[in-house]
């Protein structure tokens, strides 16, 4: 048993607590609160003066699949030989020795969600982590089936049309191609327990999302492509999320309406393509306004997962409530991603997932003192 007594605790769940205490048992909360009796024996950590939140969530990254400092050699986050790819998985990419992901883990990241890259209209499952350094990927684990990623827009245009000169060379195939796809899934699962049924792993990927056991995750940068992926989540009666939504403030009205969330960022990258020209710092602020439930990215390896609180921080300079910045990379992430009942927050029954910060997290100045995942101490600074 572990107790941290004496920080400001940011719950994300209630009030924040001045010189509270965190008491934790095996991989869980236990209790969070003023005055806790601590139990003889407990090991107890004075964190006097720091602050104490949730571990931090990156509902957005290509960690683990494209491998710092090592090229082309570990780059593996795009199947660039087929467009259509549903069956692959980025867990069977995922390096869990990756600079990256100790990075992230020691930046205070806890729970990352990995998934294929944009080159394919659809391009392979999701996977959620935690970070804490393990020797398998299967020991960090933590939701196997994320989401089905899906891609409009620049890339998949770029990659097939201006590269391969094949289909699709227009948005207009883009979307071609994906509902093509999500028809045939609809048709195999029609002709299951028939003689002639046959096991597809694409038309399985896709049915998960059929029958909302997943959602659609939709790169999406442009107001108009995130239109044309609403509108086909729409027509097949499935969850969708959209990820990036660079131009999503333009149509907040919408998605709010709809109840559908964004994955908004990276916000301090550049203005690289066509598609990012309308860019702003402000989207973070301009999508909560309008009440649209949103997280921030790294989208690492594009801006380094490490730094997840310094661009919420950031996003503070541009109208965006500091609480609400935090909110956006804690228990806002957890709900987009599926699991606050388990993250994003400090709560008895929760994942013993915490940061002790040196100061306040939304300070650009602020670094993890303690990171726990799961109730371990991996790293602590000064020991």
Not at 6 to 27: E, F, P, Q, R, Y
Not at 148 to 164: M, S, W
Not at 353 to 373: F, G, K, Q, R, T
Request: net charge negative; aromatic share 6%; with cysteine.
């Amino acid at each position: 048993m572990i107790a941290l007594s004496g920080a400001k605790i940011l719950t994300m769940c209630g009030k924040s607590l001045d010189h509270g205490t965190v008491l934790i048992h095996n991989s869980k909360v236990q209790a969070v609160g003023k005055n806790i009796d601590i139990p003889p024996g407990c090991r107890t950590i004075d964190v006097t003066g720091k602050f104490i939140t949730p571990g931090l969530i990156d509902a957005h990254t290509h960690l683990g699949i494209d491998n710092e400092g090592m090229g082309w050699a570990g780059s593996d986050e795009n199947e660039r030989s087929e467009p259509i790819t549903p069956g692959l998985h980025a867990l069977d990419a995922i390096n869990p020795a990756d600079l990256g992901l100790l990075e992230a883990y020691q930046g205070g990241i806890t729970t990352v969600m990995v998934a294929p890259g944009s080159a394919n209209p659809i391009g392979g499952q999701c996977v959620l982590l935690k970070t804490a350094p393990k020797p398998t990927v299967e020991q960090m684990l933590l939701k196997r089936y994320a989401g089905l990623k899906i891609a409009f827009g620049e890339n998949p245009k770029r990659v097939y049309g201006a590269d391969q000169r094949k289909m699709p060379v227009s948005r207009m195939a883009t979307a071609a191609l994906i509902r093509e796809a999500f028809w045939k899934a609809r048709e195999y699962l029609a002709s299951q327990g028939k003689k002639d049924w046959k096991y597809d792993m694409g038309m399985e990927a896709i049915a998960k999302v059929l029958r909302k056991e997943m959602p659609l995750r939709a790169h999406a940068h442009r107001a108009d492509d995130i239109v044309t992926a609403v509108r086909i989540a729409q027509e097949f009666d499935v969850d969708i999320i959209i990820e990036h939504g660079t131009e999503a403030y333009l149509i907040a009205e919408l998605l709010s309406a709809e109840e559908i969330p964004v994955v908004v960022g990276p916000t301090l990258s550049t203005r690289s393509k066509v598609e990012l020209k309308d860019k702003t710092m402000e989207s973070p602020a301009l999508l909560y306004r309008q009440g649209v439930l949103c997280a921030m990215m790294s989208d690492h390896p594009v801006t380094p997962s490490c730094f997840l609180s310094v661009y919420a921080g950031l996003a503070t300079r541009y109208g965006l409530p500091p609480y609400q910045a935090l909110k956006m990379i804690t228990c806002d992430a957890a709900k987009i991603l599926g699991l606050d009942n388990r993250l994003g927050s400090l709560a008895p029954g929760m994942d013993a997932d915490l940061v002790v910060w040196s100061e306040d997290p939304m300070m650009v100045s602020a670094h993890p003192e303690i990171v726990m995942v799961d109730g371990q101490i991996d790293f602590l600074i000064g020991e």
